[in-house]
């Protein structure tokens, strides 16, 4: 089977049932805070890990002859329900915007860990070494991402913010 399949789920939680949720809520994912210094770097190599993930993902088979499968199987599927929760719990921010709930209560940033979970299963079911580094890549660079978003957050939600940062990690 043609691992293109497994980015099915992910573009319909992202986009449709975002969309669904809220369509404010779909412009807010699409918006990057404002990036400066490494960040801007940052953003390149996260834009373009992201597009060679899907793109290599069209050319790469789900291999299933191997216990791999069944561990990338499990990883892959929860991957998918961290995405769909975390989508949902993103698609409902308190009336200040700031997003408190769900997910957000254990992790600030859970759709960067559910996106890394569903991806490391997509590695582990085409047991792709290049999908390995592209999937790194993205994830260092996801980081720099995050640390602008979290300045942007401070800046925007000012003390609620910087509580909330004291109580939850950044990461799962």
Same mark, same amino acid.
């Given at each position: ?17 975002? #969309? ?45 002859? #191997? ?6 199987? $499990? ?7 961290? %995405?769909?929760? #975390? ?21 600030? !940033?859970?759709?960067? $860990? ?7 299963? %997509?590695?582990?079911?085409?047991? #792709? ?33 910087? !509580? ?9």
């Amino acid at each position: 089977m043609n691992a293109f399949f497994t980015v099915i789920p992910l573009i319909i939680i992202r986009f449709g049932i975002l #969309s669904i949720l809220d369509k404010e809520a779909l412009k807010r994912a699409a918006f990057f805070a404002p990036l400066i210094g490494i960040e801007k770097a940052a953003y390149l190599f996260y834009q373009i890990s992201n597009i060679l993930i899907f793109i290599y993902l069209c050319f790469l088979k789900i291999t299933t002859d #191997s216990y791999w499968f069944y561990v990338g199987l $499990v990883i892959y599927g929860l991957g998918v329900l961290l %995405c769909l929760i #975390s989508v949902s719990n993103f698609a409902t921010p308190s009336e200040k915007g700031i997003n408190l709930k769900g997910l957000y209560r254990i992790s600030r !940033n859970p759709m960067y $860990v559910a996106y890394f979970v569903y991806f490391f299963g %997509c590695v582990l079911l085409t047991q #792709s070494l290049i999908l390995l580094i592209i999937l790194l890549v993205f994830q260092i660079s996801a980081h720099w991402i995050i640390l602008s978003e979290e300045r942007w957050c401070i800046k925007k939600f000012g003390e609620e913010y910087i !509580n909330y940062m004291n109580k939850v990690r950044r990461y799962i």
